[in-house]
């Protein structure tokens, strides 16, 4: 896919048959990322595996991965340690986080903080699983993204986080500078937040509204400045030695 231009519109991945609950060229992006950092063989922890998707994929690259998700029955992988975690339990993930601690060479919350209430203790716990000098991955909607600027101008909401959208728990939107401030905050070091998914300067997919946007943002555009491409957000993290 040209990152430059997307004509078409978004379907639905897969990857060996299990659904890919996140944008185009997600999983793609964080197995590079996490190939850049860390060699095969060590420890994934998956926090919010769904179906496994991501999980299978970090697995055939020669991860360990361990997945945790609320819904055992949905999670479709069976050579990956699976624990059931009730996120709307306090008291579960409270527990599943003290007794693994500082346990995995990675920790990866994948489309998961826009869910969470509290953001800023949901990082901590992020870190506190993670080993000392281990990596912290976050993804999440991106919120300054060219479109959900255009957005928020026209309907004082943020792309992906309408009434509609909370029918499948998008209740916390976060933007790349409070991202890095919790993550500051929870002690994380070598601290990076670049855009992630398929949201290009040139985002065409028919004669409809979207597109409509991307033209009327497109004299505006060079005045941006942040991350406004991209239709989510990564980061990545160091726990302190």
Known sequence: MNKYIFIGRKK???????????????????????????????????????????????????????????????FKLTDADFYRVDFDCDQEISDFVNSHKSLYDAVLSVEVIEHVKDQWRYVQQLMIMAKPGGLVLITTPNVTSWLSRLMFFFTGRFHQFADSDLKYGHISPICPWDLSLILSEAGAKEIHITSAGTLPPIYFSGFNKISLMNLLMLPLRPLMVGLIDGWCVMATARKPI
Do not use: W
């Open 12 to 74: 639905i991945e897969h990857y060996n048959g299990l659904t890919i609950k996140a944008d185009l060229g997600l999983h793609d992006q964080i197995t590079n990322r996490l190939q850049m950092e860390l060699p095969p063989g060590s420890i994934i922890l998956d926090f919010g595996a769904g179906e496994g998707a991501l999980t299978a994929r970090l697995n055939d690259c020669g991860y360990k991965m361990v997945a945790v998700d609320k819904d055992e029955g949905n």
